[in-house]
Structures are given as structure tokens and as C-alpha cells.
């Protein structure tokens, strides 16, 4: 239905679930969000996140506390 494998759909679920955190809880750090939502190993949370979103986590913090 949404032309993603299953992995591919729980991987984007998860980044989004990320996106939000990085949102709402600057007190937590890009790693502590990785692991709870899901990522074991931070530097592949980097990666797919870069990926989706075309910027880093870091980045895409900077410009959501601009806001």
C-alpha cells in the first residue's frame, strides 16, 4: 500500500518518531533519542537520518530551535 518494503515503513516510522523527539526534547541527546527509538548503533541512525530528511540530526535541531 505505501510502495515501501515493511522494514523500509518501520524505519521511516522510526525516523519520524525521532524527528518529533528532536522537536519536543532538547534536554535529550541525539544518541538517547536513536536508542529510544529503536537505533542501536548511532552512526546508522546518522546515516538514514541524513538519508531521509537530507540533513543531519544536529542540523536539523539547529533550525527546529530557530523556529
Given amino acids: 500500500m505505501t510502495g515501501n518494503s515493511p522494514m523500509e515503513y518501520m524505519r521511516m516510522l522510526k525516523l519520524d518518531e525521532a524527528r518529533k523527539m528532536l522537536d519536543h526534547h532538547p534536554e535529550l541527546t541525539i544518541e538517547a533519542i ?3 527509538c529503536g537505533f542501536n ?7 538514514l537520518f541524513r538519508k531521509q530528511y537530507g ?5 536539523y535541531r539547529k533550525q527546529a530551535n530557530k523556529l
Fill in 34 to 36: 536513536a536508542f529510544s
Fill in 55 to 59: 540533513i543531519s540530526p544536529a542540523e
Fill in 41 to 47: 548503533i548511532p552512526s546508522t541512525f546518522y546515516r
